[in-house]
């Protein structure tokens, strides 16, 4: 299978647009404190407006007000850092949406690997654990080694945010790199 790959904190409709064109299979929406957040209306309004797109609802120790609220989001998943409210797999299943983990949770349709400060450009000792759901790996990467993380351990998806950035904002250039790199390593160790 295909090494999917999903660029995290989207806050606009041209990025949107541009990395959706370039092949990302997923775009995150940071919707708590990050300098990559985006309010609910931004993110309604690029769900919206870049229907091409598949997005994620992301964030961290989330109360079960803002999880009902991204519940309500046309994102085709949601996926949660830190605390996390009751049954929060499960009632993500319920509104049709899946489930991204940033732990091992059998229940989790995706287990999403990352270092202990996620969208901080920080590497970490990647791993891969053998679990049964798809393990999605992130934290630091970077156009310049991922291709050697998809190689080496043969992830079944991959996240980057900072990695795909100048000066704080996603860089276009960048995003096409990483995604090359991807679908080369992809292809090359097939």
């Not at 919206?48 to 989330?62: C, I, S, T």
């Not at 991204?70 to 509104?95: N, Y």
């Amino acid at each position: 299978m295909r090494v999917t790959v999903k660029i995290c904190g989207i806050q606009d409709i041209e990025t949107a647009r541009a990395v959706a064109a370039l092949g990302a299979d997923y775009l995150g929406l940071v919707l708590t404190a990050s300098r990559r957040q985006v309010t609910i209306p931004q993110a309604k309004a690029l769900v919206a407006k870049v229907p091409e797109a598949q997005f994620v609802a992301v964030g961290r120790d989330v109360d079960d007000a803002l999880f009902e609220t991204m519940l309500r989001l046309d994102v085709i998943a949601v996926q949660l850092h830190g605390r996390t409210p009751p049954e929060w797999i499960e009632r993500a299943h319920q509104h049709g949406k899946r489930a991204i983990a940033t732990e091992l949770d059998a229940q989790a349709d995706i287990v999403l690997l990352d270092n202990v400060n996620p969208g901080s450009g920080e590497p970490w000792a990647w791993y891969k654990p053998e679990f049964p759901r798809p393990i999605w790996l992130a934290g630091g990467l970077t156009p310049e080694n991922v291709r050697q993380v998809v190689t080496t351990w043969r992830p079944a998806g991959v996240d980057v945010s900072s990695g795909v950035e100048r000066h704080g904002v996603k860089d276009v250039a960048l995003v096409r790199r990483f995604i090359e790199e991807v679908h080369d390593a992809d292809n090359t160790s097939a």
